[in-house]
């Protein structure tokens, strides 16, 4: 079955259940049923349509009719401008190497490089489902509160699961308006959401307490896309002991691959959880993490030669660096490609940014490399002070220190009124790499 197979199994099974949920009103799996078959005339087998992504029950409707018609879904970030949504549109329609049975084609946001085009196959987003499922415990009567871009996996698997039990989705643009997000909260008796670790430390600073509130009906809480820092999971532990907390790992490439609870009672700082059925981790010898499984990319559409470094023998191969414990347990270290060398010794700044974010002064951060005449780059610290605070690079150098090795403290340090992320919530890298060719500005330490 695909998934959209199951979409119309839900709807002959629970016809007036509420499928879709947004501020303006429900659509039940009857109408969405209906919906899907009537807009899948529009589109023709094997074809791709590109279509921009929205946050409503038009986006899902839009989205299984391409599948129902056989044809492949590649929604684009709302505001793609029209040059460059013209110009992938052309792209997918003269693709020659998409295989049989690719369901989705979704962009990555390039943070850490150019944007690629992820060829899905309807068996991995089933495969994603079920992962799901078996390791997150979703249920026919949740409510799955999303508000995150739904051209991208972490908000669109959210779909997956839901059709396949019935359960439903409550749809939001985005966290602008909280006092909707706390409005669809309160709409189902057993509700769960997605958030990237840059909206929980938002919402533990600003609105913990209407978060507690609701810990009878939060069934569980995801978190993704990047790491999260552990003074935020033990806070988000005390504020809702009896709601399962889970850190994801997955991505465009590999799909859903692991999930940890982090609210049992060891709350392990850097855990993803083991292997979920689908699918497989190994360790490279380089240290890299890989997959293999039913979740796995098909390739990057139009460049086989991109997919040749980063899918071989069914693996795909990250630049993810990572360990198994004891247990089986997948423990991730940092990036390969965003390892800074400090004189010889290589610093993940993922490991710098978790030490600073653990200071309740500090609101945001992040930590990227300058040149020096001696150890060939330094490291250097962007920090967004939390309300009425303002920095102080000796005190914070000190703070650091007690937390981390020597050659891990950041050489300077500047305030700044915000850090620069991605829509969808992940630090973009990519854009303080200029910082390289900068001198260390701000406020070193002698």
Not at 35 to 53: D, K, P
Not at 172 to 182: H, N
Not at 337 to 345: A, F, K, P
């Amino acid at each position: 079955m695909h998934l959209v197979d199951y979409l119309h199994q839900s709807a002959r099974r629970y016809p007036d259940k509420p499928a879709v949920v947004t501020p303006q009103g429900v659509t039940t799996y009857r109408q969405l049923s209906d919906l899907v078959h009537r807009q899948a005339s529009r589109y023709e087998a094997g074809t791709v349509v590109a279509f921009r992504a929205s946050q409503d029950a038009a986006f899902v409707a839009t989205y299984f009719a391409i599948h129902e018609a056989g044809a492949i879904a590649a929604p684009l970030e709302r505001d793609t401008p029209d040059g460059l949504f013209a110009a992938i549109s052309r792209q997918l329609a003269t693709a020659a190497d998409i295989p049989d049975g690719t369901a989705d084609i979704l962009y990555t946001t390039g943070t850490t490089g150019r944007s690629k085009g992820v060829m899905v196959s309807h068996r991995a987003l089933v495969a994603d489902g079920e992962n799901l499922i078996e390791g997150q415990g979703y249920t026919h009567d949740l409510l799955f509160v999303i508000h995150g871009p739904l051209n991208h996996i972490g908000s669109l698997s959210k779909l997956y699961p839901l059709v396949m039990l019935g359960a439903t989705a409550y749809i939001l643009d985005g966290l602008r308006d909280m006092d909707a997000f706390f409005r669809a909260l309160g709409h189902g008796e057993k509700t769960a959401t997605f958030f990237v670790p840059a909206t929980i430390r938002i919402l533990l600073q600003f609105a913990a307490s209407r978060l507690a509130e609701h810990a009878g009906r939060l069934d569980f809480i995801e978190s993704g896309a990047a790491p999260l820092p552990h003074a935020d999971m033990l806070r988000l532990c005390q504020l809702l002991p009896h709601t399962r907390l889970y850190n994801t790992y997955a991505s465009t490439e590999t799909g859903v691959m692991a999930t940890y609870n982090y609210n049992d009672g060891r709350c392990l700082a850097g855990c993803l959880g083991r292997p979920l059925g689908r699918g497989r981790i190994l360790i490279t010898p380089e240290g890299r993490i890989a997959c293999q499984g039913d979740t796995l990319m098909t390739g990057y559409v139009g460049d086989a030669a991109l997919t040749g470094t980063v899918l071989r023998d069914q693996t795909v191969c990250t630049t993810d660096l990572g360990e198994l414990d004891a247990e089986g347990m997948l423990h991730i270290c940092g990036r390969d490609s965003d390892l800074i060398n400090v004189g010889g010794y290589k610093v993940s700044p993922v490991e710098v940014e978790q030490a600073a974010l653990a200071l309740p002064a500090v609101s945001d951060c992040v930590c990227v490399a300058v040149p020096h005449p001696v150890t060939g780059q330094a490291l250097k610290l962007l920090v967004v002070m939390a309300d009425g605070q303002s920095l102080q690079p000796r005190w914070l150098a000190q703070q650091l220190r007690s937390r981390l090795p020597g050659y891990k403290v950041p050489m300077a340090y500047e305030q700044v009124d915000s850090v620069r992320r991605t829509y969808n919530g992940k630090l973009d890298r990519k854009y303080y790499q200029q910082e390289k060719k900068a001198s260390p500005r701000g406020k070193p330490l002698s």
